[in-house]
């Protein structure tokens, strides 16, 4: 069709094929630079994003920290550490009990919710038909669902009223009830996690230990349970997590008062209980203020650690496999 | 039953005198472990349906149109919750819709173009660090931005914008997840046929992963739904008092704020009957949140099984 020699009365025709085949590359040109432009910006926008959560965590870990610092300008750190008189009335920004009242609930908590959870994990995972376990895990999902203040709400008209009939104690709000509720509020997350986890171990295991004779106690307690360990710690160290950071379901239970819980049923208070009850009232710029933005800065250091720990172990788990 | 498997064993391994004690002590040990283990599941699996039951029952039969919809009142009987569900619904929408596409294109990336070295591991910490941040965190976060740095105030606008951080590490992980988990093969297809990344994405990855995003959205929606302590803190106590008030700058007590006020500091008398109904409307709309957008999904898995 195109001839290398044509005759001058073919002009007209060749400017015209000149310019069709001139739109045709030139449409085809548009069309995949704009893909290309497109894709390229489709990449810079992902990488924005993630940039941009990246940015969070340290804008809340600088913020945090920079508030929180403020409190040493009036305090020295081993009143705000060491001491148990909080008094913001009176100048008295001791966190001890708040500190220790954090560490006491988490380890209450892990007390009960780790040996029941472990025991709804072999539960689903060992002794229930498939039918039965695959009703129950959803169910199990939904119950992690259900909102905080729910649970707060049920502990303080349900389990306080019963924690008071039954020692006799005329409060009844404190760490006991602060756990109780918490371990409900963990359990689905640990015993999910920790079913998961002993589901993973390969059939072989078992089975090599049914043939060898074993109990189905033996087979759980010296086969399964070892090789599932380390997704039962990450199990449990993320039910410590939402232990260590929940707060509403503790502020309505556990009696708001900052003094030493040396007994089960003393109220007494905790860093977040403490931190969203008193935040409100107070002017941004105090010690006050900052001390509160000092616990938060606690929390999430704690919080962090408790990622490192479990990337540690997840870390070891694939080495050891 | 016992007695031949007991005689074999002992007639087998009759060099060992331990072994036929051994093994009685193993039964039952091995009964005891049994029954510990089918009592306490049993026994939670009814305790989580009798809690279940316990807050419904409650609240639900005494639902009417008037409580969903009418004005909470401060001293007088016979509040509603009108403003403050709208507002947990309000407030849910907008932190939807910052953080979904936000924590999708993080998840993206993630997944499909990031490079496998030290930076990005160091992205992947600060995800699932933010993603275990307690949830106050977020609100004292909020405060200091907007009410400080900002000087907003407590609005519906900054309670948004916090409850979106908070969900957004949980959509990066689930979205980035459900990405790896679709078959090399499906990709590797879609590029043969000289689709571009982004057609790629848009068109074979997305689609296959969207089951696993939508579950994680739910799981998300659900939270934020019921999410308090962020809302005290950034959107505050209060509502506006108007109802279908739909001002960014208005203050936004959500339903699961108003149930721990009313609870903890309110003076009406029919307290105790509004968090009752105020419980179980928050139960119901999470339980419809996580059932209503799973059925559709269910359906498709069966359907693309075989």
Known sequence: MLDSNPAAGKAPLRAELGRTLLAGSGKKFDRRSRLFAMNRMFRYLCIAAAAFVCLILVLILFLMLRTGVLTFNHISFADFFFSSDWTPENEQYGGLVFIFGTFALTALTLLIAVPLSLMIAIFLSVFVPTWLKNALRPILDLLVGIPSVVYGYLGLTVLIPLIRDVTGTGMGDGLLAAALVLTIMVLPTVSRISDDAISAVPAKFSDASYALGATRFQTVWKVLLPSAKSGIMYAVILGMARAVGETMAVVMVIGNTPQIADSLLKPTSVLTSNIVMQISNVPFDSTWNYALYLMGFLLLLISLLMIVAVRWLQRRGERVS | ?306
């Open chain 2, 1 to 306: 039953m016992k007695n031949p498997i007991s005689a074999s064993a002992t007639a087998a391994t009759a060099s060992n005198p331990f072994r036929r004690d051994n093994k009685g002590f193993n039964r039952i040990n091995d009964r005891l472990f049994s029954g510990v283990i089918w009592t306490a599941g049993v026994l939670i699996i009814a305790f989580i349906f009798g809690l279940l039951y316990l807050i419904l029952q409650d609240g639900l039969p005494k639902l009417t149109w008037d409580f969903l919809f009418g004005l909470p009142s401060e001293i007088d009987e016979g509040g509603g919750i009108g403003p403050t569900l709208l507002n947990s619904f309000y407030i849910l929408f907008l932190s939807l819709l910052i953080s979904i596409p936000l924590g999708m294109a993080a998840g993206i990336y993630l997944a499909e173009f990031a490079p496998d070295n030290k930076l990005i591991g160091f992205v992947r910490v600060c995800v699932e660090g933010l993603a275990s941040v307690p949830s106050i965190i977020f609100g004292l976060f909020g405060i200091a931005l907007f009410v400080e740095l900002f000087q907003i105030g407590l609005t519906i606008l900054g309670g948004a914008i916090s409850l979106a951080f908070l969900n957004l590490p949980v959509l990066t992980r689930v979205t980035e997840e459900s990405i790896r988990a679709v078959p090399a093969e499906q990709k590797s297809a879609s590029f043969a046929l000289g689709a571009t990344h982004l057609q790629t994405i848009m068109r074979a990855l997305i689609p296959a992963a969207l089951n696993g995003i939508i579950t994680g959205i739910c799981l998300v929606a659900g939270r934020a739904f019921g999410e308090s302590a962020v809302i005290i803190l950034t959107a505050g106590v209060t509502t506006s008092g108007e109802m279908w008030d739909f001002s960014l700058f208005s203050p936004g007590e959500t339903l699961a704020v108003h149930l721990w006020y009313v609870q903890s500091e309110a003076i009406v008398s029919d307290a105790q009957e509004i968090a009752q109904k105020a419980a179980a409307v928050l139960v119901f709309v999470v339980l419809l949140i996580n059932l209503l957008f799973r059925i559709p999904l269910w359906l498709n898995s069966r359907k693309t099984r075989r």
